[in-house]
């Protein structure tokens, strides 16, 4: 999403092509605060401290820039701040709301000293605003050490400057029987929850459906292909093991996992393979003789054999790597795929996927990278669209990589969480993820935490299913 161009007075006059003529020159204002003005302001020679914030109910124009590298939350209320630079408001530059956005620091406005916080998640209805000696929270230090109270988020007020995350917030309660079993006879018969943040607006449809509330769009899906992973054996000393191959090492090794771990030794065979070294968590390195030849590595949530593997594939899988299918893109048929504007990158799905999330805060838990690749000509259209659908969480994964200047193949092991700035993912095309997961952590990222357990409370009393045979969630 473009930020805007920061308003400065300069030489008495406003920087050409930052804002058109508006209906009233600026008057002097009384200095509000007996320090160093505020960024946006200048003094004049009377030392008298003019307010640059045109009158309130006049739209300026303002230029698009680049996001800066340090911002990580977006705009407050995206009614006033536009994706093509028109139409702001001037409300949110009278309370400075345009500076912060180039520098992430609060603006300092009014004879009140209130602070601002203008980092409000996407499509909330308004920012707080809290005076100091207010009810407000205090949030933050200013820098002279004089505590101020802090705006915050008035709908999504659990993520706050300075309060971590805590994994129980990923909690929800799900009853077993919508928990998909298997796939339904076709794959674009599958339910979809289309949920509007603009608009905050929820409708029901069909899969197939889809193609009306993507028109126009770019839609980019990740064509890895799911390896044959798991493998089954017999321990020297009796009793079954089983492997999970996770992803080919240098040497001819494999990252697995493996279990029962604790009565699994370095040196044992299992069928065809050798175990070499525990990495820790039931990781192990292990040699594999031959080709992955298995079965489809399905979830332990889905109890019921799959009788036709392919349905654990998408239809344009294409580069074998992973160990668990990208679930959002099971929906899509050839036929639907064929009326959509579609460009592909890759990511080999790994251990995370298979991994809760078990340290108590968020910011604790250590995201395992996981390997990808795009070409250059589809990084050059994508980058190029006016509007991107990230078809599954780990497309939006590699996509937020590459806009932050990742090279076009390596491994990431970017971990989006609430607050974060989505630059290149303009829609998210999802399924149901399970709790205390990486999955839910980015779709509450994207959709908003309360916005999400809204969502997710109604899919279970329309009795949506669940997770990756289930249905469909699309958050434009």
């Known amino acids: 999403m473009p930020l805007l161009e920061a308003v400065e007075l300069r030489d008495g006059a406003l920087l ?7 209906e009233r020159p600026l008057q002097p204002v009384e200095a509000p605060v007996d320090t160093a003005p505020a960024g946006g302001d200048q003094v004049d020679e009377n030392g008298e401290i003019v307010d640059a914030g045109p009158p309130l109910g006049v739209h300026v124009k303002l230029k698009p820039l680049e996001p800066a590298d340090r911002l990580v939350r977006e705009a407050a209320y995206l009614r006033d701040v536009t994706a093509d630079g028109d139409d702001l408001d001037a409300h949110a530059l009278a309370h400075g709301c345009a500076e912060p956005l180039g520098n992430g620091r609060l603006e300092l406005r009014g004879p009140v000293r209130e602070r601002f916080e203008c980092f409000a998640g996407a499509l909330e209805g308004r920012v707080q605003r809290n005076p100091v000696g207010g009810g407000g929270t205090v949030l933050a230090e200013t820098d002279s050490g004089a505590l101020d109270g802090l705006g915050f988020h008035e709908r999504d007020a659990s ?3 300075g309060r971590p995350m805590r994994t129980d917030e990923l909690d929800y309660d799900l009853p077993p029987d919508l928990i998909a079993q298997r796939p339904l006879e076709r ?13 905050r607006d929820v409708r029901h449809r069909s899969f197939r459906d889809i193609v009306e509330d993507v028109a126009g769009s770019l839609v980019v899906v990740n064509d890895t292909r799911v390896l044959p992973a798991r493998l089954r054996g017999v321990r020297p000393g009796g009793g079954d093991a089983e492997i999970l191959l996770l992803e080919p090492l240098e040497n001819g090794l494999w990252e697995a996992l493996a279990r029962p771990t604790r009565r699994l030794r370095p040196g044992m065979q299992l069928g065809p393979v050798e175990l070499v070294e525990h ?3 039931g990781r192990w390195r292990v040699v594999l003789h031959g080709e992955p030849d298995g079965e489809a590595p399905l979830p332990p949530y889905i109890t019921e054999p799959l009788r036709d593997p392919a349905r654990y594939q998408t239809v344009y899988a294409a580069r074998a790597g992973s160990a668990a299918a990208p679930t959002a893109g099971l929906h899509f048929t050839r036929e639907l795929l064929a009326s959509l504007e579609v460009a592909t990158v890759t990511l080999h799905v790994g251990l995370d996927t298979f991994r809760p999330i078990a340290a108590a805060k968020l910011a604790d838990h250590e995201m395992h990278s996981e390997r990808y690749e795009v070409a250059p000509d589809a990084w050059k259209r994508i980058r190029a669209a006016e509007h991107v659908v990230a078809v599954g969480t780990t497309t939006a994964r590699v996509l937020e990589s590459l ?8 491994r990431t092991d970017l971990f ?10 303009d829609a998210l095309l999802t399924n149901f993820h399970l709790p205390r997961s990486t999955l839910l952590a980015l779709v509450m990222a994207f959709a908003g935490m309360e916005e999400t357990r809204r969502l997710y409370r109604l899919a279970i009393e329309k009795r949506y299913r669940f997770y990756s045979f289930g249905d469909a969630m699309l958050v434009l």
């Open 416 to 425: 989006i969480t609430p607050g974060f700035e989505f630059r290149r993912v």
């Open 187 to 199: 794959r674009d018969a599958s339910r979809l929850l289309v949920y509007d943040r603009r608009a």
């Open 159 to 161: 993520v706050r400057v």
């Open 403 to 410: 806009a932050r200047d990742a090279p076009l193949a390596g």
């Open 16 to 22: 050409e092509g930052a804002l058109e003529p508006v």
């Open 279 to 281: 990495a820790g968590e």
